[in-house]
C-alpha cells in the first residue's frame, strides 16, 4: 500500500507495552498513523479491589493515544470505536479477548498476532510457563496472521529464543516481550508491501498451552526432582510454586536438583538434611529449596528459614 495506514493496537498486560511502544515509533517513521488501542476494561484489584486500569492503558493514556475498552467485541455496540477508526491494520499482543470474524475481516490487511511460542507448539494461554514446565530448551515469538482458530493462523516470522536452565516464567516472559517487538517492526514492511506470503502451520505438532490456575502451583513430592524444579521457575511469579509444612503454606521461590542421590527409603516430601540447605526426597532424586516464604512471612533464605524451625524429619505435603 502506497498511503498512510489506520493501525490499531490490541493488548492488555506488561507484555504488549514493548510492541505497542515499537508500534507507535514505528508508525510516526514511515507516516503511518497508531490511530487507537483497545485493552481489556479496568478490573478491581488488591484488598480495597480499587478498578485498576492495564499496563496499555497507561502508556496510551501518557502517549495521548485514543482508547476503548469494550468488555466483548461480538456485538456491533462492542465493535463501534474499532469500526470508526477505520483501520487498516490491527495488531494483537495478549489482549486476551476473542476476535470474532466481524473484527478478523474489517482490517485491509487482516489482524496479526504476537505469539510467544514456536508454532503450532503452545497454541494458547500460557505458552511462556507452559515450555519451562516441559523443559523446553528453545522457545519462539511467533508473527501470525490471525484467523478464527486458537493461534492456527500463517506465520509471517519466527525469532527462536534459547531457554536457559535458571529461566524463570518472568524472565522468559521480559525477553519473549522484547523481542516481539523487534519482530513485529522487522516484519510489518513485508506484510504491508506483500512481497512474500505467511506459511502455513502444520497442525501435527501443535500442543495446547492451557491458562495457568492457583492449583496447579501446589507441589506434588511424588513428582521428580527435576519436574518440581522446573514448576518452581515456572509459576515464578505468579501463581508461585507452594507445599504445606503442617498445614503452613510455604511458597517456593528458588530450588535446585541434586542428582545421583538415593531417595527410596525416603517419603516424597520429607526433609532428609539441613545441614548444608533444606533437602526433601522426591518421587525421583532430592530437591534442594534454595528460597522460600512462609505465610505471613517475608522471602527468605532457606538457611534463615531453617534457623527458626525445625524440619529435619518433616514432611511436606
Not at 4 to 27: E, K
Not at 84 to 93: Q, R
Not at 233 to 240: E, G, I, K, L, N
Request: some cysteine.
Amino acid at each position: 500500500m502506497n498511503r498512510p495506514l489506520n493501525v490499531v493496537f490490541a493488548g492488555t498486560p506488561q507484555f504488549s507495552v514493548p510492541a505497542l511502544q515499537a508500534l507507535h515509533d514505528w508508525c510516526k517513521r514511515n507516516g503511518h498513523r497508531l490511530v487507537g488501542v483497545l485493552t481489556q476494561p479496568d478490573r478491581p484489584a488488591g484488598r480495597g479491589r480499587k478498578l485498576n486500569k492495564s499496563a496499555v492503558k497507561l502508556w496510551a493514556e501518557e502517549h495521548g493515544i485514543e482508547i476503548d475498552q469494550p468488555r466483548s467485541l461480538r456485538t456491533a455496540e462492542g465493535r463501534q470505536a474499532l469500526v470508526s477508526w477505520h483501520p487498516d491494520l490491527l495488531v494483537v499482543a495478549a489482549y486476551g479477548l476473542l476476535l470474532p470474524a466481524e473484527v478478523l475481516d474489517l482490517p485491509t490487511l487482516g489482524c496479526i498476532n504476537i505469539h510467544a511460542s514456536e508454532l503450532p507448539r503452545w497454541r494458547g494461554a500460557a505458552p511462556i510457563q507452559r515450555a519451562i514446565l516441559a523443559g523446553d530448551t528453545t522457545t519462539a515469538v511467533c508473527i501470525m496472521q490471525m484467523d478464527e482458530g486458537l493461534d492456527t493462523g500463517a506465520i509471517w516470522s519466527v525469532s527462536r529464543v534459547p531457554i536457559s536452565t535458571t529461566e524463570t516464567g518472568g524472565t522468559l516472559h521480559d525477553k519473549l516481550s522484547a523481542v516481539g517487538a523487534r519482530a513485529l517492526v522487522d516484519t510489518l514492511p513485508d506484510i504491508i508491501a506483500g512481497t512474500r506470503q505467511p506459511q502455513k502451520q502444520n497442525d501435527d505438532g501443535a500442543t495446547y498451552a492451557a491458562k495457568l490456575t492457583k492449583q496447579e502451583a501446589r507441589i506434588d513430592w511424588q513428582d521428580s526432582a527435576a519436574t518440581i524444579e522446573r514448576q518452581v521457575r515456572a509459576f515464578d511469579p505468579w501463581p508461585v510454586a507452594y507445599t504445606l509444612l503442617n498445614d503452613r503454606r510455604i511458597r517456593i521461590f528458588n530450588a535446585r536438583v541434586l542428582h545421583c542421590v538415593d531417595t527410596t527409603t525416603s517419603v516424597p516430601g520429607t526433609v532428609i538434611d539441613t545441614t548444608d540447605g533444606l533437602r526433601v526426597a522426591t518421587g525421583d532424586g532430592i530437591l534442594d529449596i534454595t528460597k522460600l516464604q512462609p505465610a505471613g512471612g517475608k522471602r527468605m533464605e532457606a538457611a534463615a528459614f531453617l534457623n527458626a524451625n525445625e524440619c529435619l524429619g518433616r514432611r511436606f505435603s
